[in-house]
């Protein structure tokens, strides 16, 4: 009753007036959108649409696995009551997000819908023939004749089993017949819409919302021989699972976390194999703007997106942005609360890469979440991979970080030289960090030392900053196959 309500409130925003339903058959043919069982509807006729009525499709794909469809057709009807299948949807649809809207037309009222996807298979078709005659065909072993019989269906729980010249069998070899298709099996999903039609010709928009339409970002950087700029191209990997084709179709793209509510018919979605990957590598083809608190990009051209098929796309391409590499030797904040002497010994230390997401360095486009893949030249000239890290949906004018992996060259010991409880939750305690670089040029290290609680650096060898209210790092310079230590003492107190 709540669907029906909600489906009425939708369709009065739309200017369709539903019209009281009639009660149905007990011949189960199609589904509403909650799932129930109904008759199929009774018009004075019947007419079908398909894609190739299409006038206009657009997609919308969120990187959430769902997607908007809107496509606009040409529709010719009678006057009078008239049922209309429109044919031609995603499989994965979600029926109770679908609206019509007349654009066109002499008058156009909705009295009902349903969504038929009680498809068309051997086994269903088994189901659809209990209690029924089919022809079952076997080859003659003596004569080499394929003979015919007729049998009853008489159950296919667990396997077919018939009934022929009055005895009962199952596992027959024979091939069967149907004399028909039922009426409530279809070919493909379908939406059945009774309408009340005020003429003969009308054009209509629908929409709805599918699962297994998805898309994601992938970049592509390449740094320059010292590591102080990089080239960016940034690609979409758009995937089709939804059970449709979108021939020609406006694509667009929302980048974001949208709010959905579980069990919104996702866990019936199917899950396909990619069957084709079409790749699209011309110049960047997509405009993007804020939408409310996302962002919307759109294709500035026409697009085919295929079922079973991943099409990419260049999103952005950005040369020569100055990019800052960073090696980083993180400690720990239990480290002060106890007595620990030695903590790690010839300890790698981590590579990053960082740089603005600025428009006066090339870049500012709004960056989706996405893996960027890092690649430089060797000596030779040859391009090697050099490692890939996951950022998040990163706005403009942000700074974005790249966690490469560990540097071969640079490594640290890192030291408790003294420890003392001075009271209940406050120590004091005395530390030395060795950093070696066996690289042929001098290297910046940054230590980052987060204490916790309250806490104070009595002493130092090298200067410090406090970088937050838990955190204090400090930057030493370590020679061309050098060596340079870090000691400083330190008092905190966790309680």
């Known amino acids: 009753m709540r669907a029906f309500i909600a489906t009425t409130a939708a369709l009065a925003v739309l200017g369709l007036t539903p019209a009281p339903s009639t009660p149905a058959s007990s011949t189960p043919a199609s589904y509403t959108p909650t799932g129930d069982a109904v008759a199929p509807p009774r018009a004075d006729t019947t007419h079908r649409s398909t894609s190739l009525q299409r006038e206009s499709v657009s997609i919308t794909v ?26 031609d949807v995603a499989s994965a649809i979600q029926p109770e997000t679908v609206h019509i809207r007349p654009l066109e037309g002499p008058g156009l009222q909705v009295l009902e819908q349903n969504y038929q996807y009680d498809l068309l298979n051997p086994q ?15 080859t003659n072993p003596a004569t080499g004749v394929e003979e015919a019989v007729e049998a009853e269906v008489l159950s296919v729980n667990g396997g077919t089993i018939l009934e022929i010249d009055g005895e009962i069998t199952f596992g027959h070899p024979g ?25 003969p010709r009308h054009v209509v ?32 990997t758009l995937t089709n699972q939804s059970g449709a084709d979108y021939e020609n179709a406006t694509l667009q793209l929302v980048a974001g976390d949208v709010q959905r509510v579980s069990g919104g018919g996702q866990d019936e979605l199917r899950r396909r ?13 997509f405009s993007e703007e804020a939408f409310f608190e996302y962002h919307l990009y759109t294709l500035e051209r026409p697009a085919d997106v295929v079922h079973n098929e991943q099409k990419q796309v260049v999103l952005l391409e950005a040369a020569g942005f100055p990019v800052t590499k960073r090696l980083i030797f993180h400690g720990a904040a239990h480290h002060y609360r106890g007595q620990y002497g030695e903590i790690a010994r010839n300890q790698k230390v981590g590579v990053f890469l960082d740089f603005e997401n600025r428009e006066h360095e090339g870049l500012g486009m709004p960056l989706p979440k996405g893996v960027v893949r890092v690649y430089k030249r060797d000596a030779s000239g040859a391009q090697q991979f050099v490692g890939e890290d996951l950022i998040d949906h990163t706005p403009r004018d942000e700074r974005v970080r790249i966690r490469m992996g560990e540097a071969f060259d640079v490594v640290a010991d890192r030291r408790q030289m003294d420890y003392q409880v001075v009271s209940r939750c406050v120590s004091e305690s005395a530390w030395q960090i060795q950093i070696r670089n066996h690289k042929d040029e001098a290297v910046t290290v940054t230590l980052v030392e987060p204490a916790g609680g309250d806490w ?17 790092t400090f930057e030493p310079v370590v020679e061309a196959r050098g060596e340079t230590t870090v000691e400083y003492r330190v008092r905190v107190r966790w309680c």
């Open 205 to 236: 928009e629908v929409s709805y919302l599918t699962g297994s339409l998805n898309w994601k970002s992938d970049y592509v950087m390449v740094l320059n021989e010292n590591d102080t700029a990089a080239d960016l191209t940034g690609w979409v």
């Open 62 to 87: 969120y990187n959430q696995n769902f997607g908007l469809v809107r496509e606009v057709r040409s529709i010719d009807l009678v006057s009078g009551s008239v049922d209309l299948e429109f044919a």
């Open 456 to 472: 104070g650096v009595l002493s130092s060898s090298h200067p410090y900053e406090r970088l937050d209210v838990g955190t204090f």
């Open 124 to 138: 269903k078709l088994l189901e659809k023939y209990v209690g029924r005659t089919i022809t079952v065909y076997r």
């Open 273 to 285: 194999m990619v069957a084709d990957v079409a790749m699209e590598a011309a110049a960047p083809s």
């Open 175 to 199: 091939r069967l017949g149907f004399p028909e298709v039922p009426d409530n099996l279809i070919a493909d999903p379908t939406l059945l819409w009774r309408l009340d039609s005020g003429g």
